[in-house]
């Protein structure tokens, strides 16, 4: 029990300004203590599992495209973002290059399938 309690320590330190008093192992915890201790030791593994897991923003990045397809790749390009046809043509040619950045996951896939029906190589980072 008390490699749990110091296991939570490291835990809840960097977050928390707690005294190294309130976490002392001279004190032998009751079982219900005992169980609220394992339940947040096992939240905290959880949430940090998924905040690695979830990405919430995107980049859509053009790593190439056939030369046939440059000019639908423009068109489409000029789709979703405000670019004029100048900066679109010059953005397709500087390939590779970071189309849209921070967009959410939703958005991002439907853009790179739209990118890729035209004939662009596209990557989601």
């Known amino acids: 029990m008390a490699s749990r309690l110091l296991h939570l320590r490291r835990l809840l330190t960097p977050r928390l300004t707690l005294p190294a008093a309130a976490f002392s192992t001279a004190v032998t915890p009751t079982p219900r203590v005992s169980g609220i201790v394992d339940e947040i030791c096992g939240l905290t593994l959880l949430e940090e ?10 980049d859509v990045k053009l790593e190439g495209f056939d030369a046939a397809a ?6 489409e390009l000029r789709a979703f973002t405000n670019l004029g046809l100048k900066e679109a043509k010059e953005l397709v040619e500087k390939a590779p290059a ?12 439907s853009i790179a399938e739209k990118m890729r ?3 662009a190589k596209i ?3």
Do not use: C, N
């Open 123 to 125: 990557v989601l980072e």
């Open 49 to 58: 599992a998924k905040a690695k897991e979830e990405k919430m923003a995107f």
């Open 117 to 119: 029906a035209v004939g």
């Open 98 to 109: 970071v189309l849209k950045a921070g967009v959410p996951k939703e958005e991002a896939e």
């Open 70 to 75: 440059k000019l639908k790749i423009i068109k």
